[in-house]
């Protein structure tokens, strides 16, 4: 009989170092491409103001600004343009270094109106910042 000599086998096992390196160096690389999104949310609880107009000074004193569909304001019942209300908030906090401030504003504001005063309310640092609707009364103003 003819002896025929195989060569012997090479084990079957794959190394797997290689793999998991390219998978850690994949997963590192997308976390660190991934931009993160900060998500700002504003969550409002709009009232119907109730109030006649006037400020309570005595219990809670606030500031009070009025925000009418003209673009115009009205912060402690002084006229303030939409362009000048930066300076008037930042103002009106430092004379009196009170931060609360209350926000009414008419059905018909545009939604865009609002968020700006927010935003200036937040970068000036308003703090206990009230939100509610308003309807005009000629007297009120």
């Known amino acids: 009989m003819i002896h025929i000599e195989r060569s012997q086998r090479t084990s079957q096992i794959f190394d797997l170092t290689p793999l998991i390196d390219v998978v850690f160096l994949l997963l590192v690389f997308f976390i660190l491409t991934t931009g993160y999104v900060d998500v700002e949310a504003l969550k ?3 009232s119907k103001d109730s109030s006649d107009g006037t ?4 219990l809670a004193p606030m500031h009070d600004l009025i925000l009418l569909d003209s673009g115009a304001a009205f912060l402690n019942k002084k006229l303030v343009y939409h ?4 300076e008037a908030i930042d103002l009106a906090f430092h004379q009196t270094q009170q931060r609360r401030i209350r926000v009414r504003c008419e059905d018909s504001v545009k939604v865009q109106l609002l968020i700006d005063a927010l ?3 937040k970068r000036r640092g ?10 005009r009364t000629h007297s009120q103003l």
């Open 55 to 58: 400020t309570s000074t005595a």
């Open 119 to 121: 935003d200036i309310i």
């Open 126 to 135: 308003g703090e206990d910042v009230n939100v509610a609707r308003w309807k």
């Open 83 to 86: 362009g000048d209300l930066d």
């Open 44 to 46: 409002l609880a709009v």
